[in-house]
């Protein structure tokens, strides 16, 4: 009996223990600094693709090369109070704001005229592209402990027509959301350690094996820094 007693006796101390553990947690101070945060970024999609289609009511096949890459950069830092409390940490406001957009694509298309029509091929090498948008914000939240990833926003694409992007190829939009980056959370409230990077990168591929045939490649780089 005693060694049945002793037991219990002592898996009850050890759950008391605990949530005397987690009560002084609980109860402890939060930490609270204001950062100044920025971001860069690097979005881009690339493509090399044959799309069977017609244009001016003749059957053509188009061969399209082309690239379209969104860069950020913030103009100025964003003021983030950083709280920790409890093994955990939370971002006011979790974003980052006055984010410079610029939007540059490239490329060329061969473009093969079939029979009935008179047969015929025409190359154009496309002007490069840019434009750009100041004053953004992107969000991001604490994907889980010592992470954090951004929500899902539509970035902007260029309008030009050339080089061709079919439907499939236009609904590929790479963002920021598709990269997590890792940071020491414990560091963020550590009045000694100056600044620190969060850096994240994410590769995707896409075949395509129906009527148009080819490949769509997504790359997107980003690093947020948290300075005192």
Not at 11 to 40: E, M, N
Not at 124 to 143: E, I, L, N
Not at 200 to 228: C, I, K, M, Y
């Amino acid at each position: 009996m005693k060694p049945f007693c002793g037991l219990i006796c002592g898996v009850a101390l050890a759950c008391l223990l605990a949530a005397l553990g987690a009560s002084a947690r609980d109860i402890a101070p939060a930490k609270r600094t204001a950062l100044r945060v920025t971001l860069q970024a690097t979005v881009s999609k690339s493509w090399n693709t044959v799309t069977d289609t017609t244009r001016g009511g003749c059957d053509v096949s188009i061969h399209s090369v082309g690239s379209r890459k969104v860069v950020l950069r913030s103009s100025r830092p964003t003021r983030v109070v950083v709280t920790s409390r409890g093994g955990g940490v939370s971002y006011s406001p979790a974003a980052v704001r006055f984010v410079k957009i610029e939007v540059k694509g490239s490329g060329n298309e061969t473009t093969k005229f079939k029979a009935p029509c008179k047969e015929h091929t025409v190359h154009d090498t496309c002007r490069q592209s840019h434009g750009a948008v100041g004053g953004s914000t992107f969000r991001f939240f604490r994907s889980k402990r010592n992470e954090l990833a951004f929500r899902s926003t539509r970035l902007p694409e260029s309008s030009d027509s050339c080089p061709f992007q079919s439907a499939a190829v236009r609904a590929i939009r790479p963002g920021l959301h598709q990269a997590e980056a890792e940071l020491s959370e414990a560091a963020l409230t550590n009045p000694r350690i100056p600044a620190q990077t969060a850096f994240a990168n994410a590769d995707a591929e896409t075949d395509l094996d129906s009527e148009e045939t080819g490949r769509v490649t997504e790359r997107v780089r980003w690093s947020l820094t948290f300075a005192h």
